[in-house]
């Protein structure tokens, strides 16, 4: 059992069962055919490398002239100098100084003065602002004439007369007239300063005049403020007192410095034209008795009023009247004018105006008493508005 040999799994190859090699004939295939011939590779192109090498030095000759382009300009330039801008400063607005000035207002004309002042009527339409709280001298103040009499009739007589009356005149040329200074001539006062003023009003003039202690800008910024009072101004009532009826159903506004408003049981809107002495803006009346001592009436009621010279016989022998329409704030209302016939005797007044405006079924009457204001009354009843 010992001299048993293993037997191995391979295969045992005699060797008569050795292969014989084989022998490839020169020039074919393992594969069998033709063996193909050897290529040899063929040499790079060398066109191509340069065309780029000449595409290369084209771009960096260009990048060159640029580079030598930009300096030759920079070498040229010459900076500014830095400018420093300033904003322009906000204009401060001028203040008015007549901002807390009265205004007061005639038939004729308007104006303003300081609230340190008042103004007195010393005769008709011949005005004087003085200084409040003292007694002033008859001559001392500011003086406006607007008589429209003797010299002052006629603005170019106006304006000779007063500059050959004086020695060392000089004048100014003022809007719509003159400031004249000088020294008074011969005669009384001879030698003193004086400082007027002429405007145009229709074909005469209003004079104005000043004191020496008055300063010359306080004299030309009241002349400044002047207005007159025709068919076509435009008169500010902002500083005019406002009247409000029974039951706050209307307004209406007057200028104070004009009128005094008089309080009367069982009355609505009483004026009076304003006194020197008085100095309140309203009066409590004892008694409401007539005696012409009101300038303007007037009041709202129930029902459309007609007026009297319409329905009384008498008030048609008495008086020659007109009558007109006429609209207020888009309200429907009546003008009439009444002037006492030239044979009439007895103590009727000679001249009035009313005005009768209607809403709501109900009447707004106001009468008026004179004439010579009645400017004055037209912007009065302009101001007139109902509630709605």
């Given at each position: 059992m010992d001299n048993i040999t293993p037997i191995s799994s391979e295969p045992i190859i005699t060797p008569a069962q050795q292969p014989e090699p084989i022998t490839i004939p020169?020039?074919?295939?393992?594969?069998?055919?033709?063996?193909?011939?050897?290529?040899p590779p063929e040499p790079p192109n060398r066109n191509w490398s340069k065309w780029l090498m000449l595409f290369v030095g084209l771009a960096l000759l260009l990048y060159g002239s640029m580079l030598g382009y930009d300096a030759y300009q920079k070498s040229l330039y010459t900076p500014l100098p830095e400018v420093a801008i300033t904003p322009e400063p906000t204009p401060t607005p001028t203040p008015d100084p007549t901002a807390d000035w009265k205004t007061y207002t005639t038939s004729i004309i308007s104006f303003k003065y300081p609230p340190t002042y008042i103004v007195q009527e010393r005769v008709k339409n011949f005005y004087a602002i003085v200084p409040s709280g003292i007694t002033p001298a008859p001559t001392q103040g500011i003086f406006i004439d607007a008589r429209l009499e003797r010299d002052n009739a006629d603005y170019d007589k106006a304006v000779s007369s007063t500059t050959q009356s004086g020695t060392g005149v000089t004048t100014k040329a003022i809007k719509n007239g003159i400031i004249i200074s000088g020294k008074v001539g011969p005669g009384m006062g001879e030698g003193l300063s004086f400082t007027n003023a002429l405007l145009k009003y229709k074909k005469g003039a209003i004079g104005l005049s000043a004191d020496p202690t008055i300063p010359s800008s306080l004299f030309e910024e009241i002349i400044s403020n002047i207005k007159f009072m025709d068919s076509t101004s435009s008169l500010d009532t902002s500083t005019w007192k406002t009247y409000t009826g029974k039951?706050?159903?209307?307004?209406?506004?007057?200028?104070?410095?004009k009128f005094v408003q008089l309080i009367c049981a069982n009355e609505q809107l009483l004026l009076t034209e304003r006194s020197i002495n008085d100095t309140s803006d309203i009066i409590n009346m004892e008694t409401c008795?007539?005696?012409?001592?009101?300038?303007?009436?007037?009041?709202i009621f129930d029902g459309i009023q007609q007026h009297p010279i319409i329905t009384n016989e008498f008030q048609r022998e008495t008086y020659n009247y007109t009558e007109?329409?006429?609209?207020?704030?888009?309200?429907t209302a009546k003008e009439y004018i009444l002037t006492l016939k030239p044979n009439i005797q007895g103590p009727y007044p000679k001249w009035t105006m009313s005005v009768y405006a209607y809403k709501n079924n109900k009447s707004f009457v106001i009468n008026f008493g004179k004439e010579e204001n009645k400017e004055i009354y037209n912007q009065i009843v302009s101001t007139l508005k109902f509630t709605p």
């Open positions: 020169a020039g074919q295939s393992p594969l069998g055919g033709a063996t193909p011939p050897v290529v039951n706050g159903e209307f307004t209406i506004k007057y200028p104070r410095e008795a007539r005696d012409s001592k009101y300038t303007v009436e007037g009041g007109k329409n006429i609209t207020i704030n888009g309200l």
